[in-house]
């Protein structure tokens, strides 16, 4: 069985580095932080949060998205339970930074934008924020649409929805054999 510091570990190399909030993870606890009593997540947030997520993993013919694993009320657990206040401000700030990013381009709500229309608006703000993650000094926090992101691949391989029908999954494999055959178009497997 696989323990908690081997999947972040895993996880975090899927997405090319460290994973906010990862200690808090690790640890099973909860930062001291008295700010977080304040925050709180909207059911809205939580709705957003699954849009947000279902255009960075759409359902496919071979498997359901993001929004099927619960990918917001993943989010809202990982935010309040394992970031520092500072980041979760950045976090729940950049719900309404991304929301007004898609009126000023789309000219409506993030959720009644086409699907097309998302994904552009997404892709922009992934250069943006890979912009403010190559040039942050140490220590800084990270943009709020790399927490985002993060989450979703995060929460969703790590779900039984991703885990098991968008990633091929064997419960207790057996032996390791670092020679398995592979045919190309095959799902990579779970974790």
């Not at 970031?83 to 009644?112: P, R, S, V, W």
Request: with cysteine.
């Amino acid at each position: 069985m696989i323990n908690r510091r081997d999947a972040l570990t895993r996880v975090s190399l899927i997405l090319g580095g460290t994973i906010i909030g990862a200690e808090a993870f690790l640890t099973g606890c909860k930062p001291a932080a008295p700010a977080l009593s304040t925050i709180e997540f909207t059911d809205n947030n939580v709705s957003f949060l699954d849009e947000v997520g279902e255009t960075i993993l759409p359902t496919t013919e071979s498997s359901p998205g993001a929004k099927a694993a619960g990918i917001g009320a993943f989010m809202r657990t990982m935010v309040t339970d394992c970031y520092e206040a500072e980041d979760q401000k950045i976090f729940l700030e950049g719900i309404g930074q991304l929301n007004e990013e898609a009126k000023t381009k789309g000219g409506k709500d993030f959720i009644l934008l086409s699907d097309e229309d998302k994904k552009d608006l997404l892709i922009s703000l992934d250069t943006a924020a890979k912009v403010h993650e190559e040039g942050k000094a140490a220590g800084a926090r990270s943009h709020y649409f790399t927490m985002m992101k993060q989450l979703t691949l995060w929460g969703y391989f790590s779900s039984e929805v991703g885990a098991t029908q968008a990633l091929r999954y064997v419960e207790t494999p057996g032996r390791y054999d670092g020679c398995a055959p592979y045919e190309k178009g095959q799902k990579a497997w779970a974790l």
